[in-house]
């Protein structure tokens, strides 16, 4: 498990000018962020044109992040917006809520990606794995490398782990995507197929 910060991190001190890293923190997620995550999930889901699959809620989602079991782990790229006073004039703060700065300035932010993952495991290698299920950043912040730092940090958690591989799936049609992750240095492995039994499927499946 990401052991959660004691309190909370100032926002990286990163000017937000185009072509360059916005003031972001890349952090675990909180139950808090549950319902902003769902968002990116049905963003992520129209952008692969893939809506008609999904069923996620906030309801469902949270037990499996932070239940007494939980079967996934999160992180959230959290980006400033603007500078914020205690409210935005009608007692209630920014929607993702204010996160406090160093000298606890006020900074609204917004959660505007998210990266969620599993543990597996490689016999060959006899070692554990990070599975990506996961990866998505909104289209407006594109660009700004918050992809990239959520997969380096993803990267430092399975080196912590003393992880075999990191590794995910990517579709094939997604071009953009397939020529960033090559250009981090992942290899796309063009022998292998995804199998998948679907859970109306599994009580007769085998037999």
């Given amino acids: 498990m990401i052991s959660k910060p004691t309190s909370t991190p100032a926002l990286a001190d990163r000017p937000a000018t185009p072509g360059t890293p916005p003031t972001h923190l890349i ?5 808090c962020d ?5 968002g990116l999930i049905t963003a992520l889901a ?3 044109q893939l809506t008609h699959m999904l069923e996620v809620t906030a309801e469902k989602l949270e037990p499996h992040l932070f239940g007494e079991r939980p079967a996934a782990q999160c992180l959230v ?3 400033a ?4 006073s205690t409210s935005n004039g009608d007692g209630e703060g920014n929607r993702d809520g204010d996160r406090v700065s160093d000298g606890d300035v006020k900074v609204a932010s917004t959660i505007a990606g998210f990266a969620l993952y599993f543990s597996n495991y490689s016999t060959f290698l006899a070692k554990p794995g990070i599975y990506l299920e996961d990866l998505f950043v909104l289209p407006a912040y594109r660009g700004t490398g918050l992809g990239r730092a959520l997969l380096a940090r993803l990267a430092e958690i399975a080196v912590e782990r003393g992880c075999g591989r990191l590794e995910w799936s990517v579709l094939d049609w997604n071009q953009p995507a397939i020529d960033f992750y090559q250009g981090l240095g992942a290899r796309v492995m063009p022998d292998w197929r995804i199998c998948r039994v679907t ?3 599994l009580p007769g499946f085998g037999r």
């Fill in 46 to 48: 129209e952008y692969e």
């Fill in 27 to 31: 952090r675990p997620a909180e139950p």
């Fill in 34 to 38: 549950v319902p902003a995550i769902v």
């Fill in 77 to 79: 790229a959290e980006v």
């Fill in 199 to 201: 859970a109306d499927a």
């Fill in 81 to 84: 917006t603007r500078p914020a």
